[in-house]
């Protein structure tokens, strides 16, 4: 599954995240906020982790079953843990559709992150399969 337009989505996909990540880092303070757990900066250097970890794994194709899967479950999590709750407290027309875009989003990018996860765990078995 090593196309050039394979590898060309994996990149576009995997690289907003590896900054996404770096982002986490530089404004942990300023996102520490939106975190609705006790502990918010030390979540959001946990999540700039994840994110970089996921963004090179990715791109050097290592367990991206594994890694497609926790990314799709972790942004659907920011979806309804933080987007939704500011979809049903949004003070206005305005926050409530950047929340809302925010939100979609998110589902979006989780759903993408677990049909990469399906699709490379049917990659796995194939190329076991044609080995024998």
């Not at 907003?16 to 530089?26: D, K, S, T």
């Amino acid at each position: 599954m090593d196309s050039v337009l394979a590898r060309t989505g994996r990149y576009i996909y995997a690289v907003p995240f590896g900054i996404f990540g770096l982002f986490h880092f530089m404004n942990a303070e300023a996102m520490s906020g939106m975190v609705p757990l006790p502990g918010g900066i030390f979540w959001i250097y946990l999540t700039g982790i994840a994110l970089l970890g996921a963004s090179v794994a990715i791109i050097i194709q290592q367990k991206i079953k594994l890694v497609a899967l926790l990314l799709g479950i972790l942004l659907a999590i920011f979806a309804l843990s933080i987007h939704l709750p500011g979809i049903l407290s949004a003070e206005s027309e305005m926050a409530m559709q950047a929340s809302m875009s925010n939100m979609l989003k998110d589902l979006a990018l989780s759903g993408a992150a677990f049909f990469m996860s399906a699709v490379y765990s049917q990659d796995e078995a194939d190329n076991v399969n044609s080995e024998d």
